[in-house]
C-alpha cells in the first residue's frame, strides 16, 4: 500500500483564521480523498480530488470552506477557511489502491490531522 | 434510514474467542465491502476487504458476505487484547465505485 503523510499532525487555532493542511503520497495515485471525522463520529467524504481537475465535494460541503489543490499526482491539499470551534475535527485524506479487483479499490489512510479551534 | 448499520458496542469479548463484528447496508447495488481497524487516536488501516458472496480469511480474520441479506461480517479468532479497538465497516456507493460509505463503528474490547 502507499504511504502517506499528512502535515500538520495537529494544530490549535482561533476562530476565524485558515489552515492548510498537506497530504503527500510516495507514489502516484489518480483519486485523492479528504474526509472529516468528529469526536465520536465516523467518517464523512468532505471531497474527491484528481489531478487536473476541479475537487468533486459532497452534500453540505462547499468549495469556499474547503478549498482544495490537486496540482500533481503525488500530492493534495485542504484548507479549512474561516474556521469555528464546530470545524474541531480530524480531517484524513486517503487514496485509493491500484490494481484492486476493478469493482471497488479499497482506500487507505494518511495519520490524520488533529484540529482544534476555539 | 443509515446507509450503512453497525452496533456500536462496546462488545466485550473474552481473550482467545472469537469475536463477531455484524454490518448491514442499504443499497442492494453495492459491490465491495471493507473492514477497518482504529485504534484510539489514530487513522484507520484496513484489514479486510471482499467483494463476492461467501467467505474470506486472513489470519485470524475472517470476512463474510451476503448479497442477497446485505449484510456482512467480521469474526475475529483467537481474540488478543491489542485486537481492542473500533472496527469500521465501509462500503462503496453505486454512484461511484471509490466512493466508500462509512459505518459508525463497533467498539470491541477484548478482556484478558
Known amino acids: 500500500s502507499a504511504v502517506i503523510s499528512q502535515k500538520p499532525s495537529r494544530d490549535i487555532c482561533q476562530r476565524g483564521t485558515s489552515l492548510t493542511i498537506q497530504c503527500q503520497v510516495d507514489?502516484?495515485?489518480?483519486?485523492m480523498f479528504w474526509y472529516r471525522q468528529q469526536p465520536g463520529q465516523s467518517l464523512t467524504l468532505i471531497a474527491t480530488?484528481?489531478?487536473?481537475?476541479?475537487?468533486?465535494?459532497e452534500s453540505g460541503f462547499v468549495i469556499d470552506k474547503f478549498p482544495i489543490s490537486r496540482p500533481n499526482l503525488t500530492f493534495s491539499t485542504l484548507t479549512v477557511s474561516n474556521m469555528s470551534p464546530e470545524d474541531s475535527s480530524i480531517y484524513l485524506c486517503?487514496?485509493?489502491?491500484?490494481?484492486?479487483?476493478?469493482?471497488?479499490?479499497?482506500?487507505?489512510f494518511g495519520p490524520g490531522t488533529r484540529l482544534t479551534v476555539l | 434510514q443509515k446507509e450503512v448499520e453497525q452496533n456500536s458496542g462496546p462488545l466485550s469479548v473474552p481473550e482467545g474467542a472469537i469475536a463477531s463484528l455484524n454490518c448491514t447496508y442499504s443499497?442492494?447495488?453495492?459491490?465491495?465491502f471493507f473492514w477497518y481497524r482504529q485504534y484510539s487516536g489514530k487513522s484507520p488501516e484496513l484489514i479486510m476487504f471482499?467483494?463476492?458472496?461467501g467467505d474470506k480469511e486472513d489470519g485470524r480474520f475472517t470476512a463474510q458476505l451476503n448479497k442477497a441479506s446485505q449484510y456482512v461480517s467480521l469474526l475475529i479468532r483467537d481474540s488478543q487484547p491489542s485486537d481492542s479497538a473500533t472496527y469500521l465497516c465501509?462500503?462503496?456507493?453505486?454512484?461511484?465505485?471509490?466512493?466508500?460509505?462509512f459505518g459508525s463503528g463497533t467498539r470491541l474490547s477484548i478482556r484478558p
Open positions: 486517503s487514496v485509493e489502491s491500484a490494481g484492486g479487483a476493478g469493482v471497488g479499490n479499497e482506500q487507505f
Open positions: 471482499i467483494y463476492s458472496n
Open positions: 480530488a484528481n489531478q487536473g481537475s476541479e475537487a468533486t465535494y
Open positions: 507514489s502516484q495515485v489518480t483519486m
Open positions: 465501509a462500503v462503496s456507493g453505486y454512484s461511484s465505485a471509490s466512493k466508500i460509505i
Open positions: 443499497d442492494r447495488g453495492s459491490q465491495s
